[in-house]
């Protein structure tokens, strides 16, 4: 026993040189994450307060309350479906017994609680239109009506009206001048839901009356995933070089942050483009998701998209495990993360994030110099 006494003091005594620094690093994150919490609320320029908008919030329904809306049966039948309710803050009694438009409502109440955000853009959805302009309803994912969306906005100061033309329907020139008349502030599209080509010349017309009525174009861009199928070529920001052509605003959702086109990133691909298109924008919607880490960090720090970010959110996929503050743990705080975390409002959570990764003052404010320009 007595021989092997020397060796069990001398490993105890190794045991505890190694331990110490481990003991003072958890000490030192304790004390960062208990004590030393820095909120990136408090980090944004006072001069943008509440005074942004989100440009880049969806709706749905199931056509309860008459709204004319509805979620096709692959959609229904889809994994998805039940989450994106949850999403929406609503359950299918509450929109039967109350209406679709108590997304509406719910919607208003939490901006309005919102330390940062002050309104935002609700999208409406159009369908999938044949190229012989007739509408496919068997084929429609999501349908969210103008008319509807019109409505619903108007009761809410909060809440701004974004409306969605498939340019295959023989009458979309018309459906664009309405919208427009009735304050729509922009057009939204999903091409690879909706069977639009953004690059076929049929559509020259569509975008020649889009220019002339000075109403910007907010399409996705890249694979789309949020969908139970998506034709992604559709969605290939190269398409876009038409419309920016004749002058359209174009304001590319999500950078095209996902997927591929001819081999080549469409990341890649979209970011050749701004050099020659200066009315060529992208949102920042969606690039806190888990699928989309370290672009955001890639598009602040791209000399390319200096003044051409603006901010969205992509609501309602706002939520755990889509987003996390803690994803982005390789280019925040522990104590920036632990107050994104903590932050139960929504927007004011993403704008947290947001801010903690980069995103400035005038990416905040940049929508009301666009929409405002019209």
């Known amino acids: 026993m007595t021989l092997f006494l020397p060796n069990q003091v001398f490993l105890k005594l190794i045991k505890k040189i ?30 943008t307060g509440k005074n942004i908008t989100d440009i880049h919030v969806h709706v749905a329904g199931l056509g309860y309350g008459n709204s004319g809306c509805f ?77 509807y969306v019109k409505k619903e906005t108007d009761k809410y100061p909060n809440l701004l009206y974004g409306a969605s033309i498939n340019p295959n329907r023989i009458d979309a020139i018309q459906r664009l001048e309405q919208a427009k008349n009735n304050g729509a502030l922009l057009i939204k599209w999903i091409p690879s839901i909706m069977n639009i080509d953004p690059a076929n010349k049929k559509h020259v017309p569509f ?27 559709l969605a290939d920001p190269i398409r876009l070089k038409l419309p920016l052509s004749l002058g359209v605003t174009v304001i590319a959702a999500h950078i095209a942050t996902t997927g591929k086109s001819d081999g080549e990133d469409n990341f890649e691909r979209i970011l050749k483009m701004f050099d020659s298109h200066p009315n060529l924008y992208a949102d920042i919607s969606s690039l806190t998701q888990a699928n989309k880490l370290n672009f955001l960090n890639r598009a ?20 755990f495990p889509i987003i996390s503050a803690w994803y982005h743990i390789n280019h925040i705080s522990f104590s920036n993360a632990w107050e ?7 927007w004011d959570r993403d704008v947290a994030i947001k801010v903690a990764l980069g995103v400035n003052k005038e990416i905040f404010l940049k929508n009301d110099q666009i929409l405002l320009s019209q």
């Open 71 to 147: 979620i096709g049966q692959e959609m229904r039948d889809n994994i998805r479906f039940p989450f994106y309710l949850k999403a929406l803050g609503v359950t299918e009694e509450l929109v039967r017994t109350e209406g679709d438009k108590i997304i509406f409502k719910n919607l208003s109440q939490d901006i309005a609680k919102s330390q940062t955000v002050k309104q935002a853009v609700i999208l409406a959805m159009d369908g999938y239109v044949l190229d012989s302009g007739e509408f496919d309803k068997a084929n429609t994912h999501i349908y969210v009506p103008n008319d």
């Open 340 to 346: 994104a975390s903590g932050i139960q409002n929504q």
């Open 18 to 47: 190694y331990l110490l620094p481990i003991l003072f690093l958890i000490f030192l994150l304790l004390i960062g994450l208990f004590f030393i919490h820095e909120n990136p609320l408090q980090q944004l320029d006072p001069g």
């Open 300 to 319: 602040l720090a791209d000399s390319r998209l200096k003044d051409r970010l603006v901010y969205g959110t992509d609501w309602p996929l706002q939520f």
């Open 207 to 233: 975008y020649q009356a889009m220019a002339r009525l000075n109403i910007p174009l907010l399409t996705h861009t890249g694979m789309e995933k949020s969908f139970a199928s998506a034709r992604d070529e």
